[in-house]
């Protein structure tokens, strides 16, 4: 994505110095743009755990790279190995709903796995990281252009007035490497001159959309409008909302999607409307191991702090505002599922399907 004219990704080895990961902090959008770098597992950790970066691929990128970082710390102990497992359980540990996160984590302990030289270990490590990035940006352009056949469709059948298309949190540039899940298709629509417009949910607690959605959108100069996240039901009812499509966290085997809190009711709200709710992602976000969504999901709880609080810029300083009474209590959970059954279909790097098993499979048939 190109802001203010020059391309950035999320996640990318430091160009004067290799040992250092730079990432755009993500807790100062959309009122500040500040690249950050982090030098040390402990501070990829943070920066995961902390949500300076969000977003499954994403997540998955930066573990990739911290693991590159905990080679290079591992070597400068008695024990590469032992270091380099126990920081691989606190990368993975970070984050425990987003199945990009262990992933990541495992795809590069297979990869330095071997008996070769320490230096031969680090150098695997840093190619490993640079590739789940490069898969993970191409993965998601692909995804764009599977997922923009069903916009076309859509505004072919409105005779190109504008396709209404409602989103929940950020699925888009900044939750992967580069273009996006949800957003993906959204980019090259627009891209195409299909005249496209986006509801964006503010996405209570984190302000996801509100925040970031709406600052890509804006860069990107795709119209969009953002609402409530409470209004998508509303405007269902009332012929507004063409398609909604969301990006996911993990998915399992046969369909169900855990993504940001407030997904579920958005999938209600479109059965009820007859309105198609897509899914979007890349493949490293299926989970190929379970099979019930509801029961075997992990639900990440955070503080509830991020209920009680909202930040945002007030005389050019970003402050933090109690909303509720210093007493009450609150609890924080940050995904919910939704089921297969209300999902119109799912949108991958090799095409889109029906969120059932059998037709996962014959999408990745190496998974039967």
């Known amino acids: 994505m190109n802001i203010n004219g020059k391309h950035f990704r999320t996640v990318w080895l430091n160009e004067n110095d290799p040992q250092v990961v730079n990432i755009i902090d993500q807790q100062i959008l959309p009122h500040r743009f500040v690249i950050k ?30 693991m590159y970082l905990a080679t290079i710390e591992a070597a400068q102990t008695k024990s590469f190995d032992e270091h380099l497992n126990r920081s691989a359980k606190e990368i993975a540990a970070a984050r425990p709903t987003a199945v990009n996160l262990s992933w990541a984590v495992n795809r590069q302990l ?22 789940i990035a490069d898969e993970d940006a191409e993965h998601c352009r692909r995804i764009g252009m599977h997922g923009v056949k069903i916009i076309e469709a859509i505004s ?5 007035a504008p396709v209404n298309i409602l989103t929940h949190c950020n699925a ?25 417009h986006v509801w964006v949910d503010e996405t209570r607690p984190r302000n996801q959309g509100a925040g970031l959605t709406a600052w890509e959108l804006l860069n990107h100069g795709v119209p969009h409008t953002v609402i409530a996240d409470n209004t998508g039901g509303h405007l269902m009812q ?10 996911a966290d993990r998915v399992t085997r046969v369909g169900d999607a855990a993504n940001k809190i407030g997904t579920y009711l958005k999938a209600l709200a479109a059965a009820d409307n007859n309105i198609p709710f897509y899914i979007a992602l890349p493949s490293s976000t299926f989970d190929w191991m ?72 014959q999408l990745f048939p190496e998974k039967s």
């Not at 900044?174 to 891209?191: H, K, N, R």
């Open 290 to 361: 379970i099979s019930d969504g509801l029961k075997e999901i992990p639900i990440e709880t955070r503080s509830a702090d991020e209920v009680k609080y909202v930040e945002g810029l007030c005389d050019n300083e970003i402050k933090k505002v109690l909303i509720t009474p210093l007493g009450s209590e609150a609890i924080n959970y940050g995904f919910d599922v939704t089921p297969a059954r209300l999902i119109t279909g799912l949108i991958t790097e090799r095409g889109i399907c029906n969120a059932s098993e059998n037709d996962i499979l």
């Open 172 to 196: 888009g540039w900044l939750a992967f490497v580069d273009y996006g899940s949800a957003t993906s298709p959204v980019y090259e629509a627009y891209q195409r001159g299909i005249n496209v």
């Open 37 to 66: 770098k982090l030098h040390t597992v402990s501070e990829v950790v943070h920066a995961i755990h902390d949500m300076h970066v969000r977003g499954a691929g994403l997540i998955g990128a930066t573990a990739g790279y911290g």
């Open 156 to 160: 072919k059948k409105k005779n190109g």
């Open 110 to 131: 297979t990869a330095i796995d071997t008996r070769k030289p320490v230096s031969e270990k680090i150098k695997i490590a840093r190619d490993t990281a640079i590739a």
């Open 238 to 247: 009332h012929g507004m909302v063409d398609m909604v499509i969301t990006g």
